[in-house]
């Protein structure tokens, strides 16, 4: 909802809209580097996720209290700021807890509980816009309760097993990077290209209000997306682990090309609903997989400085993938945005294919 509320409530413009999620989520990505290398240094990954998701819970208020697009922009910042300290750690929990022909498994059943979760959220907001005017600003504070309930559940219900290592190396260093492998850096660059075209959300959320879905309905549009990508996610993973990541990847970014091809094309509230549902299917068929084809090419002591590597590669292009999405709306079309991330993630898929090549 905060997309809209920067433009309903603050009358935010969309270049203003693309610079705050650009600033917050390169923020996120930069960040889950060194957050991953430091958990790998230390040999201790829980208290770094407490610390990610703790800060996230309680800056939401800020939203609430907002008066201006700069105070959005704060709030935002350290939205994200709690995410680029926890995502790392906590990916990083997951391969170190999990056997090498489950992994694929076991992202997917992470990635279809965290959306399962995530499909309440929708659900109360549409109830709570109906009930209270569109309260934005009500629904910003108790957004702040589920938050809270999950930091104690954190740190109470997860036993991590401590990993400290007798003489700790610096993992950012060279001689420690190298021993990641070429395919590796290869996936590296296949998400640098893809992301590059992968601006926020807000702008399907603005597209989806443009083409005549209601303030109060728009959060069941991501219900759509949320059911289709809980239900794939899991069953993505098991298929991944017994016939290989790349071909699964590879399909989900071609969905991704052809749904930012209907959001540019779409001229009926139908159709947006289709496009959510298949973009459900893209995030379940990739973002699991992609975590665990990651997984399965680096050493233990690793983890958690390749899966911030990988968040500093989105980062790099996240703040002009939002800015470029803006300008290329405000300036040529609402079809422009779409169209460049489709192209690109074409680029992505060819880039991909050969690699899979390759290794044939």
Same mark, same amino acid.
């Given at each position: ?51 990610? =998701?703790?800060?996230?819970?309680? @800056?939401?208020? /800020? $939203?609430? %209290?907002? *008066? !201006?697009?700069?105070?959005? +922009?704060?709030? &935002? ?106 395919? =590796?850096?290869?996936?590296?660059? @296949?998400?640098? /290209? $893809?992301? %590059?075209? *992968? !601006?926020?959300?807000?702008? +399907?959320?603005? &597209? ?115 800015? /470029?999405?803006? %300008? ?33």
């Amino acid at each position: 909802m905060l997309p809209l509320f920067l433009v309903s409530v603050l009358g935010a413009n969309l270049v203003t809209v693309g610079t705050i999620e650009g600033i917050a989520e390169s923020t996120a990505s930069i960040l889950k580097i060194f957050s991953g290398a430091l958990s790998d240094y230390l040999g201790k990954r829980k208290e770094l996720a407490i610390a990610g =998701y703790g800060l996230s819970a309680l @800056v939401i208020p /800020i $939203f609430a %209290l907002a *008066n !201006s697009p700069f105070w959005v +922009l704060v709030g &935002r910042f350290g939205d994200r700021l709690g995410k680029g300290i926890r995502v790392a750690p906590r990916n990083a929990i997951i391969a170190d807890a999990t056997p090498p022909q489950q992994r694929g498994a076991a992202y997917g059943l992470r990635q279809s509980l965290d959306t399962i979760g995530a499909a309440l959220g929708p659900l109360i907001a549409v109830g709570l816009m109906y009930v209270s005017g569109q309260n934005f600003r009500l629904l910003f504070c108790l957004a702040t309760i589920p938050g809270m309930i999950a930091v104690s559940l954190l740190i109470f219900g997860i036993k991590e097993k401590s990993s400290i290592q007798q003489n700790p190396q610096n993992p950012l260093q060279w001689r420690s990077l190298k021993d990641l492998d070429r395919s =590796y850096w290869i996936l590296l660059a @296949v998400v640098l /290209i $893809f992301n %590059l075209g *992968n !601006s926020s959300d807000a702008f +399907l959320l603005l &597209r989806s209000q443009q083409v005549g879905i209601s303030d109060t309905f728009i959060p069941l549009a991501f219900m759509v997306m949320i059911f289709t990508y809980s239900l794939s996610a899991y069953p993505a993973g098991v298929i991944s682990d017994r016939l290989g990541r790349y071909g699964l990847i590879l399909a989900g970014f071609i969905i991704y090309a052809l749904v930012y091809l209907g959001f540019a094309l779409a001229q009926s509230p139908w159709q947006i609903w289709s496009l959510f549902a298949c973009y459900g299917l893209y995030l379940g068929m990739s973002k699991g997989v992609l975590l665990a084809a990651i997984g399965d090419r680096i050493p233990a002591e690793l983890r958690g400085t390749a899966f911030g590597a990988i968040a500093l590669a989105t980062g790099i292009v996240m703040f002009p993938a939002n800015l /470029i999405a803006g %300008l290329l709306w405000e300036n040529i079309s609402y079809q422009a945005p779409f169209l460049f991330g489709s192209v690109l993630s074409i680029l992505a898929v060819l880039l991909l294919a050969v690699e899979m090549k390759f290794r044939d």
